[in-house]
């Protein structure tokens, strides 16, 4: 069993900074994709940004040059760095784990507000 726990939202005006973390637990192997996905109410959860074990990243286009994904695999621990945040960017952000196997999980999720 695999655990995901989201930590860092809040509440922050405009143009300011968040980092949030993931903290993975569990049969956790070390090829694996961890990513970032928002979701507001009545919308679909959209991709932020994942990272492969390897380090490899990528990024929605509208978060490209503002949010930096990290990860630290010894500690099992996924970061999201997000900064000139706006207010389209205020949603429920997700972590989630993908295995080699193409299984997922996924953590409870965190609220981040951004006012205008």
């Known amino acids: 069993q695999v655990q995901l726990v989201e930590s860092g939202g809040g509440l922050v005006q405009a143009g300011g900074s968040l980092r949030l973390s993931c903290a993975a637990s569990?049969?956790?192997?070390?090829?694996?994709?961890m990513g970032w996905y928002r979701q507001v109410p009545g919308r679909q959860r959209d991709l932020v940004a994942f990272?492969?074990?390897?380090?490899?990243?990528n990024y929605a286009d509208s978060v490209k040059g503002r949010f930096t994904i990290s990860r630290d695999n010894g500690k099992n621990m996924v970061y999201l760095q997000m900064n000139s945040l706006k207010p389209e960017d205020t949603a429920v952000y997700y972590c989630?784990?993908?295995?080699?196997?193409?299984?997922?999980?996924w953590g409870q999720g965190t609220q981040v507000t951004v006012s205008s």
């Open positions: 989630k784990l993908t295995m080699l196997s193409g299984v997922g999980y």
């Open positions: 990272i492969s074990s390897g380090g490899t990243t």
């Open positions: 569990g049969s956790i192997f070390r090829t694996n994709i």
